[in-house]
């Protein structure tokens, strides 16, 4: 069984940083492919950054260089900073997470069958 749970959502003025976190209920969690999708109304789920089992990231082009992905592996849980953010950053932020995805489609939601049940980021 898997839970992930979120939190550190918050608002916060454009600009400014956001820590997220992603508490993961899982045996040989940095066996685990995990990373952090987004969504706001009346838009499909994208996906921001993920972290492969082999401690790779990858990262969506309009957030590079801003929002970095990272985990720890004794505490299970995944981060996401968030630095410089922009008014259109503002979105639930879901951590996701699967054993395994298809190289090529790290950041399509249909990879990840686990889903924590998000966290608000607001952006003014």
């Known amino acids: 069984h898997v839970q992930l749970v979120e939190s550190g959502g918050d608002s916060v003025q454009a600009g400014g940083s956001l820590r997220l976190s992603c508490a993961a209920s899982v045996d040989r969690f940095h066996f685990f492919c995990i990373g952090w999708f987004r969504e706001v109304p009346g838009k499909e789920r994208e996906g921001v950054g993920m972290l492969d089992s082999n401690g790779r990231t990858y990262y969506t082009d309009y957030v590079k260089g801003r929002f970095t992905v990272s985990q720890d592996n004794a505490k299970k849980t995944l981060y996401l900073q968030m630095n410089s953010l922009k008014s259109e950053d503002s979105a639930l932020y879901y951590c996701?997470?699967?054993?395994?995805?298809?190289?090529?489609?790290?950041?399509?939601?249909?990879?990840?069958?686990?889903w924590g049940q998000g966290t608000q980021v607001t952006v003014s």
């Open positions: 996701a997470a699967d054993y395994w995805v298809v190289p090529g489609r790290r950041l399509v939601l249909l990879e990840y069958n686990y």
